[in-house]
T-cell receptor
Framework: DTEVTQTPKHLVMGMTNKKSLKCEQHMGHRAMYWYKQKAKKPPELMFVYSYEKLSINESVPSRFSPECPNSSLLNLHLHALQPEDSALYLC?????????????FGSGTQLSVL | EDQVTQSPEALRLQEGESSSLNCSYTVSGLRGLFWYRQDPGKGPEFLFTLYSAGEEKEKERLKATLTKKESFLHITAPKPEDSATYLCAVPLNNNAGNMLTFGGGTRLMVKP
């Protein structure tokens, strides 16, 4: 199994809603990532978890809250988002957080904030 | 500052018309250059990793090459199914580990 599974595939939420994005992998990878991608732009790193601990937070606003319940799961909790947060949210995993490790990406969650 | 720049931004080819995509980087102590393919509404799909100048890797109609300043993705006799955005990425030169920074991508359209 070389898949990273993300749910839901599409999400529409209001600015006062609370929602969560989920990501799962069963490749035994110990590093997991959240990226944000706006239309026609490259992915931008948000968070990195290594061995279930948050190792990198790229100055992301607190309305985005990551969680890594175990080595296979990664969540992104969303609260009080703004319309400019609408984007494709990508989850990725790699064997570990070492340099040169290739990332496996999920298909993403297309988020629209109204 | 570490930077990755891709050109052209968009490329239209006729089926069978070979061409090359460019990825220029300014990273001291390169620790790998990655090529990904991304289809609309999907996550990037890994293609190649190159580590040292002179290295080449091939997969079907694609060949990636690396020099000290840039990488090329050569597409030989492309087919319509090769249409996608091609992204290159390098790890930032810091002590935080595997933080990939992506170039802006090249949107390739191959017409039959």
């Amino acid at each position: 199994d070389t898949e990273v599974t993300q749910t839901p595939k599409h999400l529409v939420m209001g600015m006062t809603n609370k929602k969560s994005l989920k990501c799962e992998q069963h490749m035994g990878h110990r590093a997991m990532y959240w990226y944000k991608q706006k239309a026609k732009k490259p992915p931008e790193l948000m968070f990195v978890y290594s061995y279930e601990k948050l190792s990198i937070n790229e100055s992301v606003p607190s309305r985005f809250s990551p969680e890594c319940p175990n080595s296979s799961l990664l969540n992104l909790h969303l609260h009080a988002l703004q319309p400019e947060d609408s984007a494709l949210y990508l989850c990725a995993s790699s064997q570990d957080q070492g340099y040169g490790e290739k990332l496996f990406f999920g298909s993403g969650t297309q988020l629209s904030v109204l | 500052e570490d930077q990755v720049t891709q050109s052209p931004e968009a490329l239209r080819l006729q089926e069978g018309e070979s061409s090359s995509l460019n990825c220029s980087y300014t990273v001291s102590g390169l620790r790998g250059l990655f090529w990904y393919r991304q289809d609309p509404g999907k996550g990037p799909e890994f293609l190649f990793t190159l580590y040292s100048a002179g290295e080449e890797k091939e997969k079907e109609r694609l060949k990636a090459t690396l020099t000290k300043k840039e990488s090329f993705l050569h597409i030989t006799a492309p087919k319509p199914e090769d249409s996608a955005t091609y992204l290159c990425a390098v790890p930032l030169n810091n002590n935080a580990g595997n933080m990939l920074t992506f170039g802006g991508g090249t949107r390739l359209m191959v017409k039959p």
